[in-house]
């Protein structure tokens, strides 16, 4: 006699019929660990292709990863609507070779758009990596509910199936991320390892699809002309880096009007400016500002003990050795691989009165002697960002630490109107040192413009810095700027009610105003 089935069991049969057998459970953790893992990567490496267009500040991360988190989100959200109404194996395999497609075009996509989006900041981040990063993100965040989809066959173990999936997720995130950070940038170019990650998940989704049955040939031959029409595109989107380092894009322009004289560029920054020719030939004005300075408060050509708290061009340390013949420079700074660039490049090496130490300057300067230097300099800014732990009360008793008892401190801080970070910086000197003094540029007849601005910190009394009878003038536009030195009481007074900085509370980068 037969049973009759309800129209639930019916479709529930059906249903059973139609839906493709679980993975093994070693490949769908795989799967779910190279999707994850990929979209952290490359999260990572758009900060390095966005760098030389849009700076490195924590605003223009912050787009980037917000926008990354946005496109994961949607990804997740799409990704499980398509699998439960489609063939969810066909699915996968069009979700990681489409998504490996999609990375390969992140690197053309970013060097098209990038030269357009100088000076626009956080917003053209955030515009740029909506366009070439978040549509290959949202794709490979769909791959973790197919597989997820494909895997459940048994409501009692769902738990234990979503938590294993969404583990070996999470495990490929954390892989993706400190493999990029720690192997991959300081070994590889951006481009290189963009191309690894897109050519890696088109070819696992070939496979996965030829293993399943769920490419037809036409398909893998339109995979395979595509990964290699992509690839060579990415090899044509030129880098404008001359080299690429762990934190850097580095590139030089020849002086057209010197031989000689050479233009260092990090990011999207002009950072120094080096005469191989000829060491005391300074250009902008914070340097000649610096220079002079020195020279009015320690007697002319007698050696001195300096720090010079970041590296670029070289261009004080190698001032410093050709107007005051025995002095002894150490230089604090974070990337080793401009050092090995700068010194390639300029034709200088280390030497006993020309020394590097690589790393953190707020560890490295622990490794000083108390009371050694005559002098530190500080300028380990760019115009988009500053190193908060280089601008606090904390990092400048390290330096009063180091300096002996006549001994000065002269940093460069890059602001503009409202000046909200460089009064907080003097408000920081301040607190630390008895005598402070600031040059900068003023309006003539008016209130400070900002730009470049020269603080001198000191226990010992300044006198006037500038030993120059006529001061510096500049225009932009139709206004004229003139050199203003400030005295204590007037570094007071433009400080104003400003809070200094500590290690506690210290928003550099909001109180920056950029150019």
Known sequence: MDRGLSVEEDLGAVSAVAEPLPLPRPAAAALVFLAAGAVLMLEILAVRLLAPYVGLTLEATTAIIGAALAGIAAGAAIGGYLADRTDTRRLVVLLLIIGGLLSLLTVPVVRWL??????????????????????????????????????????RASGTTVGGLSAWATAGALVGTFGTGFVLVPLIPVSTAVFGIGAT?????????????????????????????????????????????????????????????????????????????????????????????????????????AVAVGGGGFTLPLWLRATRPGSKVEVLEVDGELVEFVERKFGFSASEDLKTKIGDARLTILELKPHSADVVIGDAYSNDSIPWQLATTEWLADVERVLDSGGVYVQNILDFRPLELAKAEV???????????????????????????????????????????????STYGSTEFVQTEFDKAEAESFAGSAEALTDDFAPADQLLTPE
Request: hydrophobic share 45%.
């Open 201 to 305: 998940l088109v070819i696992v989704g070939i496979v996965l699809g030829l293993v399943t049955r769920s490419l037809p040939i036409a398909g893998l031959g339109i995979a395979l002309i595509a990964l290699a029409g992509l690839g060579a595109l990415l090899s044509t989107a030129n880098s404008p880096c001359e080299i690429e380092t762990r934190y850097h894009c580095v590139y030089v322009e020849p002086d057209p009007n010197k031989p000689g004289g050479f233009n260092l560029l990090l990011d999207d920054d002009y950072h120094s400016y080096v005469d191989v020719n000829n060491p005391t030939y300074l250009v902008y004005p914070y340097t000649k500002w610096m220079a002079e300075g020195i020279d009015s408060i320690f007697p002319p050509k007698q050696p001195l003990n």
């Open 114 to 155: 990038g030269p357009g989006a100088r000076g626009e900041g956080e917003l053209a981040a955030l515009g740029i990596t909506l366009v070439a990063l978040v549509p290959a993100a949202a794709v490979l965040s769909a791959v973790s509910p197919a597989i997820a989809h494909i895997q459940l066959r048994d409501l």
């Open 427 to 473: 408000a920081t000197a301040l607190k630390v040192f008895k005598e402070v003094r600031l040059v900068t540029f003023s309006e003539v007849g008016g209130s400070v413009y900002g730009g470049s601005l020269v603080l001198f910190a000191s226990n010992r009394p300044l006198g006037k810095l500038s030993q120059v009878e006529k001061p510096y003038v």
